[in-house]
């Protein structure tokens, strides 16, 4: 049985964007997170998806694992029931977990989706002031992501850019709810190529910003990639979402460490604004 310190080890590599860290976390744990699954949920379908959905948030949220002050395998199974299948279900915390070996296709499937396309590097970074007035797309954005922001953290992910960028179609100014420019971010539909600039506020090491789109017509936010530390920014969106970006809305979320393991790594939004044709 591999020990606390080497799950520790091995999700501190996940944070940092080891694919074969998060293999060998599952080959480690899978079993038993499948039997905690299973007895809890009590549905071997509902099972497979909570697995599958689990490892996933484990890869967008490992850096963020050292502050929830949980060892390896209380934040794995805190992760699993932030999943949509454990949330208002009826559940039966067992006793004793009975390990059972995970379908072959679970892992496999894992790994399709973290190859397409690789997830950006996360950095870290420190919250800002404190909001004093909402907007309407806070609201509707807080209201629609808050039980969904752990699962859907790898939506989709960022390439670098290359040089020189096209020129752009799109913009966007992301602002605080106390009407601050936290971020001016520009956009070409064709290439996928996104500059961002004037991110001014400081952040801590023990903060990571995430940003994220809300299509238009739709209520589920999606993952661009998590920011890095740099005042400015250049990436490449996927293919598949370049369009939706066209009328959406931007926000910009910040993982604040809590020692309070209801709500430790989750995410604050502290930023907003709609993407507009230039």
């Known amino acids: 049985m591999t020990s606390t310190n080497e799950l520790e080890n ?11 860290a998060l293999s060998k976390l599952y080959n480690e744990t899978g079993s038993q997170l499948f039997g905690y699954c299973n007895q809890t949920l009590g549905s071997r379908v509902q099972s497979e998806e909570a697995l599958f959905d689990t ?12 502050a929830s002050g949980l060892d390896p395998i ?5 992760t699993a029931r932030q999943t949509p299948k454990f949330q208002g279900a009826d559940m039966n915390e067992p006793d004793v977990i009975v390990p059972i070996l ?19 590097t996360p950095s870290k970074k420190a919250p800002p002031k404190a909001p004093k007035r909402k907007h309407s797309w806070f609201r509707f954005f807080l209201g629609a992501a808050s039980a969904l922001m752990i699962i859907l953290a790898i ?16 913009s966007a100014t992301l602002q605080t709810e106390s009407d601050d420019v936290f971020l001016a971010l520009t956009y070409n539909v064709s290439s996928g190529a996104v500059h961002i600039e004037n991110q001014e506020e400081q952040h801590a090491d023990s903060t990571e910003l995430e940003l994220w789109l809300i299509p238009t017509g739709a209520i589920i936010p999606v993952s661009l990639g998590v920011l890095p530390k740099d005042s400015t920014t250049d990436f490449i969106v996927a ?4 369009s939706q970006l066209d009328g959406g809305i931007l926000a910009v979320t910040a993982r604040v ?9 989750l995410s604050e939004m502290i930023a907003a604004g709609p993407v507009v044709t230039e």
């Open 155 to 170: 939506g989709v992910a960022t390439l670098p850019a290359p040089e020189p960028l096209p020129e752009a179609t799109h």
């Open 55 to 66: 490892y996933l948030a484990i890869w967008a949220t490992a850096g963020s694992y050292q």
């Open 257 to 265: 460490a809590s020692e309070d393991v209801n709500t430790g790594g």
């Open 102 to 120: 995970p379908p072959r296709h679970i892992k496999l499937t894992i790994k399709k989706r973290l190859s397409e396309p690789a997830v950006a």
């Open 239 to 242: 293919e598949r979402i370049r």
């Open 74 to 78: 209380e934040w794995i199974f805190w």
């Open 10 to 20: 091995l999700i501190l590599q996940i944070g940092n964007g080891d694919q074969d």
